[in-house]
């Protein structure tokens, strides 16, 4: 492993920096008028509201990532990587400039000064942007205090690969297709143009970084488990427009099961190309591998439909379809971990849904809905408090202690479950 060729060797940091030379460009430069014009007589109003929450999104983005990124120049080990990540941080301000002059040249927000303009624009931001963010914000102080190469590793995973590459670069890519297909506004496409080709430099870079930080501390592999399976809960509702948005994504020509699946695309592909492919990551699985990637989307946007991820609103749905899923989700993290149990079968009786089972064997593990006869572990609880364990909402002894699951069986038996759904 120590020794295979990556992806990520394939480009040198002395590359990306001379790339980073001859892609300079100017966001004070781009000429507005015409976007002006077509955004106040060629839009939709439709259009105008999507635009302006999803350019939002990206402008107090850029600004999160352009004031975040310090701590990770003092962190980076070597020079040619300190000196790239210099490059990036005045790629996002001038990402954040470029955005700010369209929120107040074409929008017409207003604001006298970038802090002003962000303000006006706040309210579009979603539950999934605000926990996103307030995490990179976190991350950069816990990297401040903490300058080793797992905690390294978990802070570019979480800013290159999942806000740069799971994120960004979908949005960008569906944003260029729209704006060239229909001929408006093209100040806008002139800057996302140049934005998106930074970006797809910045995510080259964090790419090669991981891996190389992977190479060296092997204690990083495990920094990157636990940092995915601690954000992508939030992280995947950052694109879910808010009440009354429904159409947003398709008002700017795309669905958000193209987006989602683009985005989980993304962000395998770089994993993989950083030596950390999905299924050899240790622990409980961050993500269900053994779909496709457009099936992992779906699944995901009917967890956040359903209330099961995202903001809590109240008790998820427990319909067939979205329990369904849950369990198989169970059975691969069960599968995944190649627990070695004598047979077990845990069998989960809700007070407000329709009871599941699971049926553990060496090599073959089933989920199904029905009752078992003589189950050795049953587990009592609303659906809700499963769910809320299944998806990481609550630690499971969390959930006991406070009987809010009720597991049953022979102290044997309960010792097996926990080493099976730990
Ligand atoms: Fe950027
Ligand atoms: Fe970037």
Known sequence: MATATLAA??????????????GNWSATGIDFSRDHHDWHGRLEEIQRRAALWNYALFFHGEDSVADNLSPYIDAAPREEQKYFLTTQQVDEARHAVFFGRFMNEVVGTGGETIADTLERTRPELTWGFRKTFERLDRMADELRADRSKPKLAAAVTLYHIIIEAALAQPGQHYIEDFWKGNGLMPGFQEGM??????????????????????????????????????????????????????????????????????????????????????????????????????????????????????????????????????????????????????????????????PWFLRAHNGSTTVEQGRLEQPDVVIRSTFEDWADVAVGREDARVAIAKRKLRPKGSPRALWRMTKLLA
């Open 9 to 22: 060797d394939q480009v040198s940091y002395e590359d990306l920096y001379a790339r980073w030379e001859k």
């Open 193 to 354: 143009e140049n934005v998106a080709r930074d970006e797809q430099r910045h995510i080259g870079f964090g790419v090669k970084l991981l891996a190389d930080l992977v190479r060296e501390d092997p204690d990083c592999r495990y920094a990157v488990a636990d940092l995915l399976r601690e954000v992508l809960p939030y992280t995947t509702a950052l694109l879910r427009p808010p009440p009354g948005g429904e159409g947003y994504a398709e008002a700017l020509g795309f669905t958000l099961e193209e987006i989602y699946t683009f985005g989980a695309q993304s962000m395998e592909s770089k994993l993989a190309a950083a030596g950390l492919p999905l299924e050899e990551l240790p622990g409980r699985p961050p993500l269900p591998y053994n779909l496709t990637h457009e099936q992992r989307a779906r699944r995901g946007l009917l967890f956040l439909r359903s209330g099961v991820i995202g903001e809590k609103l109240g008790p998820p749905s427990s319909d067939p379809e979205v329990q369904a899923e849950l369990f198989d989700a169970l059975r691969m993290s069960v599968v995944h971990q190649k627990v070695a149990v004598e047979p077990t079968t845990v069998q989960w009786d809700f007070s407000d849904a329709a």
